[in-house]
């Protein structure tokens, strides 16, 4: 935070962690550190971003995302937008880009876009003068997430290196998973895949994981258990055969944490199904879950992010 025209990004957009370098995903992380202290003290608010302009435009739900960039550009005193898209000129037929390009035209800095689309932010990055930030585009990537899950790791467990992370369920639609697996294979931890073959990804076994179809083999000795949400709206048919049976085979619950290392925490990104691929009981233990840690880190990350896309702004730092 003080100094503040250190390149963070080589980009101007953040679109994904795939073109990450480990230097960038650490600058990134030493960053938010700064603004977890920032949120932890009273007086919460900065003028870094003073006169900039930051807009949301979410074509999917989003409690957690959407609410901390949102908190993220007010302190760091930008002014801050959520486009309504249900209520917007999408429901007449405007297309993303119309809709991107009339927003543009308002010339904000920043443009924050969640898409069902997997490549819409790439898209509209090449589009639009502003900045673009992916804040999660179909089952491609979700690069905050990813950020704000090593962070939470890394001030529990001192590191990243080293460490074995089994990320367990429907990773097939899953954007989180990707740029995780992206983001700690980087940084030299070991990412074990545990799901059910029907939700396992064609081309998992290019990604340079451990795969594990169960899950008892998969959690055994890892340090971290990251489940994910069953995500029903990408799925076109079956793909388990109940969530009772589903909760069965590969929900976490005691019995199954039980196998990691005695020290190993929980995650989940959120939104939960809980009794579908996560017992209330772990969920809930604040001893082992780091739920709701992950999300203070969110707005830590989202500060992080805008603070370091503003220094290659023109102008530079507000
Ligand atoms: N983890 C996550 O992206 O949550 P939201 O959908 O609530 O933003």
Redesign the pocket.
């Known amino acids: 935070m003080t100094e503040t025209d250190t390149p963070i990004l080589n980009a101007r957009h953040l679109l994904g962690i795939e073109a990450l370098s480990v230097g960038e995903i650490t600058g990134l992380l030493d960053l938010a550190e700064e603004y977890v202290k920032l949120g932890r003290a009273p007086q919460k608010k900065l003028a870094l971003l003073k006169g900039r302009t930051v807009i949301n435009l979410f074509f999917e ?6 609410s901390s960039f949102e908190l993220a550009g007010k302190r760091l005193g930008a002014d801050t937008m959520n486009m309504s898209v249900r209520t917007s000129s999408v429901s007449k037929g405007e297309t993303l880009v119309d809709t991107a390009t009339t927003l543009n035209a308002m010339r904000p800095d920043i443009l924050i876009v969640r898409h069902q689309d997997s490549g819409a932010a790439e898209l509209l990055s090449r589009k639009l003068d502003c900045s673009v930030v992916n804040a ?1 585009d179909g089952c491609h990537e ?1 690069p905050t ?1 990813a950020l704000l899950d090593a962070l939470t790791i890394r001030r529990r467990l001192g590191r990243l290196d080293g460490l074995t992370v089994a990320i367990c369920g429907d990773i097939a639609h899953s954007r ?1 998973a990707r740029s995780n697996i992206h983001l700690l294979t980087k940084m030299g931890a070991t990412v074990r895949l545990i799901a059910p073959k029907t939700l396992l990804p064609a081309d998992a076994a290019s990604f340079g994981c451990e795969i594990f179809t169960d899950m008892n083999k998969g959690v055994a000795d890892v340090d971290i258990v990251m489940m994910l949400r069953l995500q029903m709206e990408r799925m076109a048919g079956a793909f388990v055969p109940s969530a009772r049976e589903y909760f069965r085979f590969w929900g976490l619950d005691r019995k199954k944490l039980a196998l990691a290392k005695p020290h190993a925490f929980v995650m989940h ?3 939960m199904n809980r009794g579908v691929e996560i017992d209330s009981a772990v969920a809930d233990d604040i001893e082992v879950s780091l739920i709701q840690e992950q999300v203070e880190m969110g707005v830590a990350i989202r500060m992080a992010v805008l603070d370091a896309l503003s220094r290659g702004l023109s102008g530079g730092s507000a």
Do not use: D, L
């Not at 739900?61 to 959407?66: A, D, G, L, Y």
């Open positions: 739900p989003s409690t957690r995302t959407q999660g979700h997430q989180v990104p959120g939104p």
